[in-house]
Every structure is written in C-alpha cells, then in structure tokens.
C-alpha cells in the first residue's frame, strides 16, 4: 500500500516558478512509476509527466522545456519543478503511481496509475 501527498502548490505570477513534491509513504517507493497529472475547472484531467523506476522521463508537450521531473529514492520524493509558468498551467495538479512499467504511451493513461494523492493546487496570475 502507498500513500501520496503533494505539497508545494500556490499563487505565482506568469513567467514565475513553483516546485511541486509528491512524498510518498510505503515500501518501495523507488520500484514505482510516478506521474503527474493536472485539472483545469470544467476539464479532464491530463497527463503532464512521468518518471519511471528507471529514472526515464516524459512530458506532455505542453510543458516540455519548462517541466522537469526528478525523484530522491532516499527521500520517497518525486519532485516536479516548474519553471516560466503560463495562466494556462493553472489547475489541480495530482501525483500518482503504479508499480506496472510504462512506455511513453501508456505513462499518459491515467485509469493505469493506482494510487493517487489528493491534488495541490497551482495558479498562475497575469
């Protein structure tokens, strides 16, 4: 069993930056795919990166160049630093994890991640 807790969302101001963590309490946090994800009011929720078990990364390519993944095993953390932040990135933003491997294509898919945390929200101002 998982559990995660995000942590780091806030107010910023466009072209500002945030770093979200998802801090992860169980055993074998490091054996675990651990993606992100976002939701706008009104919209589904999509897929903004991942990172495997195997320090392999994806990102959506909304976000690609300005998103960067990262994980500390020893601290059961999966980091996701945010850089140069648009009013469109403002959502809900979740972590989640899966003990399957992913590829590319099956990282986006967010019905195949199994544990999720509660969200922490990121707004970015004009």
């Known amino acids: 069993q998982l559990q995660l807790v995000e942590s780091g969302g806030g107010l910023v101001q466009a072209g500002g930056s945030l770093r979200l963590s998802c801090t992860a309490s169980?055993?074998?946090?490091?054996?675990?795919?651990v993606g992100w994800f976002r939701q706008a009011p009104g919209q589904e929720r999509e897929f903004v990166s991942h990172i495997g078990w195997g320090d392999s990364t994806y990102y959506a390519e909304s976000v690609r160049g300005r998103f960067t993944i990262s994980r500390d095993n020893a601290k059961n953390i999966v980091y996701l630093q945010m850089n140069s932040l648009k009013r469109e990135d403002t959502a809900v933003y979740f972590c989640?994890?899966?003990?399957?491997?992913?590829?590319?294509?099956?990282?986006?898919?967010?019905?195949?991640?199994?544990?999720w945390g509660q969200g922490t929200q990121v707004t970015v101002s004009s």
């Open positions: 169980g055993h074998g946090f490091n054996n675990f795919e």
């Open positions: 989640a994890a899966a003990g399957e491997r992913f590829t590319k294509l099956t990282a986006l898919h967010s019905g195949l991640y199994e544990y």
